[in-house]
C-alpha cells in the first residue's frame, strides 16, 4: 500500500486558481468516492477542507472545490489568498480496509 | 465542541512498547458511525493513518503495522488507547488522535470524515 503521489511543492499569485493532483490507484482513489483533502499550517493539526471528492464540511470557503477523474483526484483553490499558504494532504479509503496519505504539497502563496 | 488530547512518554527506547492515550469530549464513541483514529506524522514528513476504532468495535490498521499495532477502547468511556511493539528511531513522530465519523452510520460504506484532530504529542524514539 503506497502513498498516494502529491506534487511535493506549487506556487501561485494573489487571486490565481491553482489545482493540487491526488494520483493513487485501482485499489484506493480509482475505485472509492472517499477522497479527503486536509490543510495543515506549520506545527499545528491538519484541518479537513474536502471530503467525499466534491464535499466542503461547514465554514470551509467556497474556494476550496474538489473532483475526481479516473485514479486522480484533484482539489483546487480558487482567488489564492496569503492565509492559503499550508500543506496540503489528500487521502483515500483503501481496499484493504484502511487509508492512506498522500506525500502532501507544499503550497506558496508568491 | 469536539476536543482530543494525547497523552503518553515523550521518549521511549529501541525495542519499547509505546502506550498512547487519547482522551475526547463533545461526543460517544457508543454512537453509532463514530470512530477514533490514530495518524502520526515524522518530523517534516507526511501523514500517515495508523488505526482506528468504531463504536462497534471495528479495528482497522496499517496493513504494513498490522502487526505491531493494537486499538482499545479505554476502560473510561471517553479515551482510546494505542499500543505500538518493538518501538525503533523509525518511528519517531508526532502521533494525532482523530474524530472519524461515518454518515452513513455503516463502516461498509465509510463516507464521511476525519476530524477534528488532537494537537499531536511528539513520540522521539532513541537509547
Known amino acids: 500500500q503506497s502513498a498516494l503521489t502529491q506534487p511535493a511543492s506549487l506556487s501561485g499569485s494573489p487571486g490565481q486558481s491553482i489545482t493540487i493532483s491526488c494520483t493513487g490507484t485501482s485499489t484506493d482513489v480509482g475505485i472509492f468516492n472517499y477522497v479527503s483533502w486536509h490543510q ?33 483526484a484533484s482539489l483546487t483553490i480558487s482567488g489564492l489568498q496569503a492565509e492559503d499558504e499550508a500543506d496540503y494532504y489528500c487521502s483515500s479509503y483503501t481496499t484493504y480496509r484502511s487509508w492512506v496519505f498522500g506525500g502532501g504539497t507544499k503550497l506558496t502563496v508568491l | 465542541q469536539i476536543t482530543l488530547k494525547e497523552s503518553g512518554p515523550t521518549l521511549v527506547k529501541p525495542t519499547q512498547t509505546l502506550t498512547l492515550t487519547c482522551t475526547f469530549s463533545g461526543f460517544s464513541l457508543n454512537s453509532i458511525g463514530v470512530g477514533v483514529g ?67 452510520g455503516s463502516v461498509l460504506d465509510p463516507s464521511g470524515w476525519f476530524d477534528p484532530w488532537g494537537q499531536g504529542t511528539l513520540v522521539t524514539v532513541s537509547s
Open chain 2, 38 to 104: 490514530w495518524i502520526r506524522q515524522p518530523p517534516g514528513k507526511a501523514l500517515e493513518w495508523l488505526a482506528l476504532i468504531y463504536w462497534n468495535d471495528d479495528e482497522r490498521y496499517r496493513p504494513s503495522l498490522k502487526s505491531r499495532l493494537s486499538i482499545t477502547k479505554g476502560t473510561s468511556k471517553n479515551q482510546v488507547v494505542l499500543t505500538m511493539t518493538n518501538m525503533d528511531p523509525v518511528d519517531t513522530a508526532t502521533y494525532y488522535c482523530v474524530h472519524r465519523l461515518e454518515l452513513s
Open chain 1, 40 to 72: 495543515q499550517y506549520p506545527g499545528r493539526a491538519p484541518k479537513l477542507m474536502i471530503y467525499d471528492v466534491t464535499n466542503r464540511p461547514s465554514g470551509v470557503s467556497d474556494r476550496f472545490s474538489g473532483s475526481k477523474s479516473g485514479n486522480t
